[in-house]
């Protein structure tokens, strides 16, 4: 099959891949081997629940509050989440049968995760070894992004679950002329969309994979790639409307920094994995390079490495150079699942050619206790990133002895933009940790950055306040720190100020008035 004629059919499965299951000869070491294997990859899959029970963190609370409406609320609510719409959907209806605890918005991306990690480890063995196959879905599945968007209550799993199965699909196009499967790869690539439109950088990989698989097949080709073109053109139509409007607001979603070449090396392998698989991989290579045998043992020849390379480069590298070269920086941690696939079939491939067999396995089990060690003795992984639901509460036990009121800076950056909801901050998806954790008292709202919306609505609370001798709070995010400073500033004639604790970065201060302060007696 074109360039897969120069490594041999399959160079890497087993002699009788084509056989029944019933009729493959398994040695008591084979079983031995796949029994550890799956002891592996249950133990990578447990590091996901290390923080399963954390606080919802503040993109979360933006999910739930494009659910918090109802089912007629999701569709008027999705040009403000910028979400899924079909993933708010799938969590209305998960919330309707489980709740709506943490651990309850958590299972649907639970699922899904476990679902592409199958999906993948199928795709790998498409191409590969049993023992190969297994390897790739195991570094996916311990992948600290993986690991993180697998309890994440926004659509990132369901995303993934997407990617993996257009690649099954892709790969399985590699001997099939069907165009009722060209079809489906043209609707699954569309429905990665559907879950995360940055993804749609996966695009040019999956095309020219395409293209590499069908390269011998000149027949079928141009046939199956106009149908799955149409198919993909026809699913996408939906996603248009809400694509053009983030485009046309890129710029007030930007909150992360400019990439660094450091992030970039950080991709291919986050963590400490990135020396441990540099240094396995850089073995593999001297192993296969200086082995007696080269024959179809060698898995770095033919067209295996392009297409994994392929799946694993051109998304990281399109963020990486629209983040760099533009003032829309999208090269977010986050972001980066879309190429963890690919990068997961790479990193297999290179630990594959370790020999012995067992060295293979030996790697693959001390890569999963040293990550699930890391991961259980790290209180930092035992958060979900940062949440408002203890400063929250600690506002709500002061403000509600007598009614005080709380200003609240959001930590959304599309707060910069826009006039402040006075009438109805608990229902603003820039105030959504209040539709989950909820304050009994008023709120006033501040954008993020200290600009002028901020001195303005401030400005005028602290002049009625000052007047009615009022008790109030301030909480703000690191981010909004420079708005406490200015509140303080502002109100020290007629207040004193007292911090109430700093919670997850998120720091509530009380303004009492001076003339409500009783003096020390000496």
Known sequence: M???????????????????????????????????????????????????????WLDETGTYWGINAGFPGIW?????????????????????????????????????????????????????SRDCAILAALIFSINPIVAFAAIDVRPYAFAALATNATILILFRLRRNSSNWLAALFGLSAACIVWFHFLFIVILPALVLCFFVLKVGDHKVVWKQFGVALATFAVAFLPVVPLMMFLL????????????????????????????????????AFLISALARRRDLENPYRGGPILLCASLALIPVLILYGVSAATSVHIHATRYLLIAVP????????????????????????ALVIITAWLSYNSPRLRQHLYSYKYALEAAEQ????????????SDFPESNYVEMPLGSAKESKFFAPLSYYKLSVPVVPLPRDLNEEAIRVSSRFLK?????????????????????????????????VRELGTFDDIKVLEFIPRALVVPRRD
């Not at 991306?109 to 063995?125: C, E, F, K, N, W």
């Not at 046309?248 to 070449?261: D, F, K, M, N, Y």
């Not at 291919?268 to 396995?280: E, M, R």
Request: aromatic share 10%; proline share 5%; charged share 15%.
């Open 248 to 283: 046309r607001s890129s710029l007030t979603h930007v909150s992360e920094p400019a990439p660094t070449l450091l992030l970039l090396a950080w991709t291919l392998a986050p963590g400490w994995l990135l020396p441990c698989l540099c240094g396995t991989g850089f073995a």
């Open 2 to 56: 074109g360039v897969f004629s120069s490594f041999g059919e399959n160079h890497l499965r087993e002699p009788q891949e084509d056989a029944p299951l019933a009729e493959r000869p398994q040695s008591a070491r084979d079983r031995v081997f796949f029994a550890v294997y799956a002891l592996a990859v249950a133990l990578s899959i447990s590091v996901w629940f290390v923080a399963v029970r954390a606080p919802l």
């Open 76 to 128: 008027s609510r999705q040009f403000q989440t910028l979400s899924s719409t079909e993933y708010a959907y799938l969590l209305w209806a998960s919330t309707k049968l489980i709740g709506t605890s943490e651990i309850a918005l958590r299972i649907p991306s639970i699922l899904a995760m476990l679902g592409a990690v199958y999906l993948l480890y199928r795709a790998a063995r498409e191409l590969f």
């Open 464 to 496: 009625e306040a000052a007047s009615k001798h009022e008790r109030f709070l301030a909480v703000a995010h690191q981010h909004s720190y420079k708005t406490l400073v200015w509140l303080t500033q502002s109100a020290v004639t007629n207040y004193s």
């Open 342 to 365: 690919g990068i997961s079939l790479c990193w297999a491939m290179l630990v594959s050619a370790l020999r012995p067999r067992a060295l293979q396995l030996l790697f693959c089990v």
């Open 398 to 409: 002061s403000a509600s002895a007598d009614d005080a009121t709380v200003l609240l800076c």
